[in-house]
């Protein structure tokens, strides 16, 4: 266990800047918009202030703020931001990212979960916090083979009893949802309860009522429309890195047009959800670390894995709760549906943000953590 600071030298900022420079941006076809990938004048305007306005430094020292360690497991680094606040050890929360984000999607609720009385709140409500990089990702080290959300959850496991918490709480979207629920079902000890914001493991259940049909149709009907990075990810991560590798402007389209189009943008434009310093600090995790190409392989160890589904016959008896935020990229279940997967003993339905809540909604994300916690 050693403690760990991000580090970007000169040379290397200096050497991304000139790639960038470089990019010989493609004709913007007609509809030069969202609807067909990255919006060409947003990816360009926002690399012109990646060159020329973006503090790297500042956005080093902000990912420092908080103490980092990494420790090696089953051969794999793994890096983990590690708070101890006001519960004193009390109270672990371990909080789990996904793709395309980073532990920077935590950053904004870290304060207000890990020191409450400092942001309003009461001190009894304070958790510790462990925020790993999951293997591949960001200041984690690269597995020596794809490694997926099953595998992940025993990895975050040992994490967290070396550092002391034989009993836990854990809280995920996206990808981290998936690693929540497979501790739920492999390394239900370890967990006091689990709170997702996406449902990716599913029970093996077929949908029955006129609801959960209309659900399953919409589901799919998003999947087409939003889930062709999915696809290729999971089945042709090779050929995908070698379009992407060196290439930071790529990396930055691929990735941000998933922050667009995962975004609840009905009250306010996309400028307004996230800044461009948000953005670009969860790129520069991945360009910096080399990162992009592994992380996709998550996808394809998904499959070989089988982490979408829950076996035959089995279903999740830790306490769950879920909070449904209105998420683009996945409409969520019916509750019933859900039930036969999971102990669900909290249900909240949000009114606002998306796929990224930690980031786009802090304050309704840390109210519905409070009342989970509080409630058990």
């Known amino acids: 266990m050693q403690p760990f600071t991000v580090t970007w030298e000169k040379t290397a900022l200096d050497a991304l800047r000139a790639r960038i420079r470089r990019h010989p941006f493609p004709p913007a076809l007609p509809r030069p918009d969202w ?4 919006d060409p004048g947003f990816i360009e305007d926002l690399c012109g202030y990646w060159v020329d306005g973006f503090d790297a430094g500042a956005a080093a020292a902000d990912l420092n703020r908080h103490p980092q360690i990494v420790t090696e497991i089953e ?3 793994i890096h983990a931001v590690h708070v101890v606040g006001e519960a004193q050890g009390r109270r672990p929360l371990l909080l789990v990212h996904g793709w395309p984000g980073s532990t920077f999607e935590f950053w ?3 304060g207000p979960l890990a020191f409450p009385s400092r ?3 009461r001190a009894e409500d304070a958790f510790d916090l462990v925020i790993p990089s999951l293997p591949g990702f960001g200041f984690s080290g690269k597995p020596a083979h794809p490694v997926g959300a099953r595998t992940t959850a025993r990895l975050f496991d040992t994490l967290m009893q070396r550092l002391g918490y034989r009993r836990y709480l854990a809280q995920g979207g996206d990808w981290g949802s998936a690693v ?21 493991v599913h029970p093996r259940a077929t949908p029955e009522t006129a609801e959960e049909k209309a659900w399953a149709t919409a589901r799919d009907k998003v999947q087409f429309e939003l889930g062709a990075y ?33 975004s609840d943008r009905r009250a306010k434009p996309f400028a307004q959800v996230f ?9 520069m995790i991945y360009v910096m670390n080399d990162a992009f190409v592994s992380s996709t392989w998550y996808y394809a160890a998904a499959i070989a894995e089988g982490v979408r589904q829950m076996p035959e016959g089995a279903r999740i008896t830790v306490p769950t709760a879920f909070a449904a935020f209105p998420d683009p990229r996945s409409p969520a279940p019916p509750r019933r549906w ?3 997967g999971y102990d669900i003993v909290r249900w909240t339905d949000q009114p606002c943000g998306g796929h990224f809540a930690a980031m786009e909604e802090p304050g309704l994300f840390v109210d519905d953590l409070r009342g989970w916690a509080g409630a058990l």
């Open 35 to 38: 609807t067909h990938g990255c």
């Open 75 to 77: 051969g794999t680094t």
């Open 108 to 110: 904004q609720v870290i």
């Open 119 to 121: 942001h309003g709140g």
């Open 180 to 200: 929540c629920s497979w501790l739920a079902l492999e390394h239900p000890a370890s967990l006091r309860s689990i709170h997702l914001n996406f449902m990716l």
């Open 230 to 262: 999915a696809q290729l990810q999971g089945t042709k991560p090779r050929s995908l890195g070698y379009a992407m590798a060196d290439n930071p402007v790529a990396q930055a389209a691929w990735i941000i047009e998933r922050f667009h189009d995962w």
């Open 275 to 283: 800044s461009r310093d948000q953005l670009l600090t969860n790129v």
């Open 338 to 340: 859900a039930e036969r």
